[in-house]
């Protein structure tokens, strides 16, 4: 039980479907992030929401397309998206204050055939 | 720019014997944490370990602690008694917060094998 929960934990799509995936904190925090985890690449930071409001966007492709409705709700939505894009894809939230870690989900790996 | 550099892509330890696992960073920040993560097989992050920029005693937690050298940039990890369930991916990774700028950056990490 991490606090943080990811939905699908497995997702298999083609190219031109349109998915989205889920990430829930029961934890309080005021920050959001999504990273995404290939393999023998370092964990890339993706997007980073502060009470709602999108605070970085680390030159993410448009076909990932992030949504925070709420401190505790984050989705991020896909289309048309690439074979290299599969990858494991994290959820973490946090307070925002540098001493404090993240708490991450347990990912949804993203396959695209 | 933020970098953290993980030199050892594989460690291989007995089990019961200590291990310790490079971490060195870079950044102009005068503010900023430390973490370790660990990354079992199925995939999710659990946090280990933090050291602040400011703190003077090196941090401990059970059967990890960190061997933080401010003047060299290094933030080291030493497991103490291994356990083959210690056998996973290690993350070091830096969080700052300037004005507000938020940033992270992780190491490509190393993979820890205990043996029996």
Not at chain 1, 23 to 49: D, I, R, T
Not at chain 2, 18 to 31: E, K, P
Not at chain 2, 54 to 63: I, K, L, M, S, V
Request: aromatic content about 10%.
């Amino acid at each position: 039980e991490t606090g943080v929960t990811q939905t699908p934990r497995h997702l298999v799509m083609g190219m031109t479907n349109k998915k989205s995936l889920k990430c829930e904190q029961h934890l309080g925090h005021n920050a959001m992030y999504w990273y995404k985890q290939s393999a023998k690449k370092p964990l890339e930071l993706m997007f980073v929401y502060n009470f709602k409001e999108q605070t970085e966007n680390n030159s993410v492709p448009s076909r990932f397309s992030p949504e925070c409705p709420n401190s505790s709700h984050l989705f991020l939505h896909l289309h048309t998206l690439q074979p290299e894009d599969s990858a494991l894809y994290l959820c973490a939230s946090s307070p925002r204050v540098f001493n404090q870690p993240q708490h991450f989900g347990d990912g949804t790996r993203l396959s695209i055939l | 720019a933020q970098k953290i550099t993980q030199t050892q892509p594989g460690m291989f330890v007995q089990e019961k014997e200590a291990v310790t696992l490079d971490c060195t960073y870079d950044t102009s920040d005068q503010s900023y944490g430390l973490f370790w993560y660990k990354q079992p097989s199925s995939g999710e992050m659990i946090f280990l370990i933090y050291q602040g920029s400011y703190d003077e005693q090196n941090a401990t937690e059970g059967r990890y602690s960190l061997n933080f050298q401010k003047a060299r940039k290094s933030a080291n990890l030493v497991i103490s008694a291994s356990q083959l369930g210690d056998s996973a991916m290690y993350f070091c990774a830096m969080r700052a917060l300037q004005g507000g700028s938020e940033k992270l950056v992780f190491g490509k990490g190393t993979k820890l094998t205990v043996n029996p």
